[in-house]
T-cell receptor
Framework: DGGITQSPKYLFRKEGQNVTLSCEQNLNHDAMYWYRQDPGQGLRLIYYSQIVNDFQKGDIAEGYSVSREKKESFPLTVTSAQKNPTAFYLC????????????FGPGTRLTVL | GENVEQHPSTLSVQEGDSAVIKCTYSDSASNYFPWYKQELGKRPQLIIDIRSNVGEKKDQRIAVTLNKTAKHFSLHITETQPEDSAVYFCAALMDSNYQLIWGAGTKLIIKP
């Protein structure tokens, strides 16, 4: 089954904990993205990566970190510095940065207890 | 910074009627404008897109129009059906860094 996958589907975090959200794609896409979506809101860009070993901050990068060691993987760590992390997190990928459809993963719903 | 404004935030139409959602963008260099549909709790999925070298594109009951001079584009859904109920997002691709700038979304409600 080709596409983009995220795990886990649901994640619960205690305050002060770091958690890592997984994003994997087997589409051979160069660019990958992390978005945050709050209830009833649009998509806000956290981080994006256009090539392996390189990534850039989006609009709301504070309290988050990423790595891009492999083309197919772009994990997101939500650190304890992120004060309000409860949200729906979406990972996306695209063949190249320009003019192409972004394919989204199924999302991870993170809840802070 | 660059932004995309989307209106209305909620749209309720009778089944069978047409629905129109409008977006305005600020980056005059934007050349790619996709529309995504997101059902409750699901991932956004592309339903139609348009590039700046055309003014209109149609796919069955869905059409998108683009006015580059006025920097706005619209989604048109004809003969609406219950399965069209969802949140619709417009976006514009920034030419400077190839990021998509997203609208805030429109919740479309189809009344039976």
């Amino acid at each position: 089954d080709g596409g983009i996958t995220q795990s886990p589907k649901y994640l619960f975090r205690k305050e002060g904990q770091n958690v890592t959200l997984s994003c994997e794609q087997n589409l051979n896409h160069d660019a990958m993205y992390w978005y945050r979506q709050d209830p009833g809101q649009g998509l806000r860009l956290i981080y994006y990566s256009q090539i392996v070993n390189d990534f850039q901050k989006g609009d709301i990068a504070e309290g988050y970190s990423v790595s891009r060691e492999k083309k197919e993987s772009f994990p997101l760590t939500v650190t304890s510095a992120q004060k309000n992390p409860t949200a729906f997190y979406l990972c996306a990928s695209t063949a190249s940065s320009s003019y192409n459809e972004q394919f989204f993963g199924p999302g991870t719903r993170l809840t802070v207890l | 910074g660059e932004n995309v404004e989307q209106h209305p935030s909620t749209l309720s139409v009778q089944e069978g009627d047409s629905a129109v959602i409008k977006c305005t963008y600020s980056d005059s260099a934007s050349n790619y404008f996709p529309w995504y549909k997101q059902e409750l709790g699901k991932r956004p999925q592309l339903i139609i897109d348009i590039r700046s070298n055309v003014g209109e594109k149609k796919d069955q009951r869905i059409a998108v129009t683009l006015n580059k001079t006025a920097k706005h584009f619209s989604l048109h859904i004809t003969e609406t059906q219950p399965e069209d109920s969802a949140v619709y997002f417009c976006a514009a691709l920034m030419d400077s860094n190839y990021q998509l700038i997203w609208g805030a979304g429109t919740k479309l409600i189809i009344k039976p």
